[in-house]
């Protein structure tokens, strides 16, 4: 099943077709207040952590070190996507940041884990369901009497 995970600045207008809208920035958008912002969640724990954050906007750790380990962070705290894929369920996902460049943000990054979860508890579900009938394999009245 695909669905449908869409980025967007903070700053952009709302609009009805934005689905679920999560803020999934550590901070808190500047000159911003909650009541015009709609959203349905402000959720911090899937942003990168503060460590990495800072390392990466001081300049300490080049764009590809700052993707694997944030990449690690949300692999090693799977439970941090489960509130966002409930939404992703329920319909369209607007990921929001205060970020200028959402492509070169945690944005992408963040939506391609919450997919790759999502497809593998969709493939989990899928192994799990008994096939439709096993009628031919087992006769009902039990052993054959030939």
Same mark, same amino acid.
């Given at each position: 099943?695909?669905?449908?995970?869409?980025?967007? $600045? /903070?700053?952009?207008? @709302?609009?009805?077709?934005?689905?679920?809208? @999560?803020? @999934?920035?550590?901070?808190?958008?500047? =000159?911003?207040?909650?009541?015009?912002? %709609?959203?349905? #969640?402000?959720?911090? #724990? !899937?942003?990168?952590?503060?460590?990495? $954050?800072?390392?990466?906007?001081?300049?300490?750790?080049?764009?590809?070190?700052? &993707?694997?380990?944030? $990449?690690?962070?949300?692999?090693?705290?799977?439970?941090?996507? /489960?509130?966002?894929?409930?939404? %992703?369920?329920?319909?369209?996902?607007?990921?929001?940041? %205060? !970020? $200028? #460049?959402?492509?070169?943000?945690?944005?992408? /990054?963040?939506?391609?884990?919450?997919?790759?979860?999502?497809?593998?508890?969709?493939?989990?579900?899928?192994?799990? %369901?008994?096939?439709? &009938?096993?009628?031919?394999?087992?006769?009902?009245? =039990?052993?054959?009497?030939?």
């Amino acid at each position: 099943m695909a669905y449908q995970i869409v980025f967007k $600045r /903070i700053y952009q207008p @709302v609009h009805a077709e934005d689905g679920a809208r @999560v803020l @999934v920035d550590r901070l808190w958008p500047r =000159g911003k207040r909650r009541e015009s912002l %709609a959203l349905t #969640d402000w959720y911090r #724990d !899937a942003s990168p952590s503060p460590a990495l $954050r800072r390392q990466y906007h001081l300049g300490e750790i080049s764009e590809e070190v700052f &993707c694997t380990r944030y $990449r690690g962070e949300l692999r090693d705290a799977p439970e941090n996507l /489960i509130p966002l894929m409930r939404h %992703a369920r329920q319909g369209r996902l607007t990921l929001l940041s %205060a !970020a $200028r #460049d959402l492509e070169g943000s945690h944005l992408p /990054i963040l939506g391609e884990a919450i997919q790759r979860a999502l497809y593998e508890e969709d493939e989990a579900d899928r192994e799990l %369901a008994s096939p439709p &009938c096993f009628a031919d394999q087992h006769p009902a009245g =039990g052993a054959s009497g030939t």
